[in-house]
């Protein structure tokens, strides 16, 4: 078991050498809630280095977030998801009641949308923090096909 400040990392999950979070942990992490939390589950999780979270896109959470009856998911989908993924990875390590904000994004590359209603990963590495100012570098994946890849700039807050 990883030793950390957050009391949801005591609920790691040991799976296939995996490491899992429970899904009621990301609640407590995350500010986040339906439909804006994009995170269904995560996957791997070392705190304060890296996640790898899934998140599986239904048409009906689309339509709740006004992006009506698309076939594909948008690409501002993946770029959250990527964030909300980066985020887990953060705070896990974090005093409880913290939050990180995006404040910006670099070198991002959008490939190509996704499919609804099959699950995207995304793969996120911490690159550093200084003074509470952080960047993530993190990809999103549906099967094979790369939808996203960039830096993700964080500010953490109380």
Partial sequence: M???????VDNLIEDEGWRQMAS?????????????LFVESVVE????????????????DLQALGAG???SVPLWYAVEFLAQTGA???LSAASVGERTLMTGL????????GNVDEPLYAEVA???ERRGI????????????????GLVWYARVR
Avoid: M, Y
């Fill in 106 to 113: 670099d070198d991002f590359t959008l490939f190509e949308a």
């Fill in 69 to 71: 009856l698309l076939p």
């Fill in 88 to 90: 887990l990875a953060v």
């Fill in 126 to 128: 911490l690159l550093g």
């Fill in 24 to 36: 009621e942990d990301v609640l407590r992490i995350l500010a986040h809630r339906a439909p804006f």
């Fill in 134 to 149: 952080g960047k993530r570098q993190g990809t999103v994946w549906q099967g094979t096909r790369k939808l996203a890849e």
């Fill in 2 to 8: 990883l030793t950390c400040f957050s009391c949801a």
């Fill in 45 to 60: 999780l070392v705190p304060g280095e890296r996640a790898t979270a899934k998140s599986h896109v239904p048409s009906v």
